[in-house]
């Protein structure tokens, strides 16, 4: 069964700094990664989509790598905002077609 | 097309109510997909059907849940007789088949069982 973990589960940064988040699945036999951004009581928003056969995508000032064979991605924010405050939520699409999700990352971006 | 849309965006309704919940998805995507997420969690897939067969069911789904997609167009997701646990946003995304296509989400149901 697949397992997806973000680490850190909270982020507090001032803004302008640089970060990264981190997300782990424990099956390597996926078909691609979807990076989302959720807003409190909202919906999903698909920031980055990455393939099985890539290694990274990138959107403005996000980048994401992914690295199928030891389970890991991340999500590299550049020059933050507080407007990048936000939960960021990892998912990985395997056999079955379905999206597993992380529990997510809770960003906070200090003016 | 403006996305996947979902309606209502809120209810509150009384433990013992039956509840319908409608989500239209981008009309190109023969695939939809429910899950539903508690608060501090990630969402967690319950069904998806593709066109109007549904091909899989979480065994969250209990059988108080029941989900249709007549025509292969919009969904309903029906949870009868509401229980506090049902408390949750329920959120609908579609994709095309192929597995290296994204899903895309709507901006879901808040259900409150009161």
């Known amino acids: 069964k697949q397992e997806v973990t973000q680490i850190p589960a909270a982020l507090s940064v001032p803004e302008g700094e640089n970060l990264v988040l981190n997300c782990s699945f424990t099956d390597s036999a996926i078909y691609n990664l979807q990076w989302f951004r959720q807003d409190p009581g909202k919906g999903l928003t698909s920031l980055l989509l990455i393939q099985s056969s890539q290694r990274e995508q990138t959107s403005g000032r996000l980048n994401a790598s992914l690295d199928k064979s030891s389970g890991r991605s991340t999500l590299y924010i550049a020059a933050s905002q507080p407007g990048d405050s936000a939960t960021y939520l990892c998912a990985v699409r395997g056999s079955g077609d379905k999206l597993t999700f992380g529990t997510g990352t809770r960003l906070a971006v200090r003016p | 097309d403006t996305g996947v849309s979902q309606d209502p965006r809120h209810k509150i309704t009384k433990r013992g109510q039956n509840v319908t919940f409608r989500c239209d998805p981008i009309s190109e995507h023969n695939r939809l997909y429910w899950y539903r997420q508690t608060l501090g969690q990630g969402p967690e897939f319950l069904t998806y059907?593709?066109?109007?067969?549904?091909?899989?069911k979480s065994r969250l789904l209990s059988d108080r849940f029941s989900a249709e997609r007549p025509k292969g167009s919009f969904s309903t997701l029906e949870i009868q007789r509401t229980e506090q646990g049902d408390s949750a946003m329920y959120l609908c995304?579609?994709?095309?088949?192929?597995?290296?296509?994204?899903?895309?989400f709507g901006s879901g149901t808040r259900l409150t069982v009161v």
């Open positions: 995304a579609s994709s095309y088949r192929a597995s290296n296509y994204g899903y895309t």
């Open positions: 059907f593709q066109n109007e067969a549904q091909l899989e």
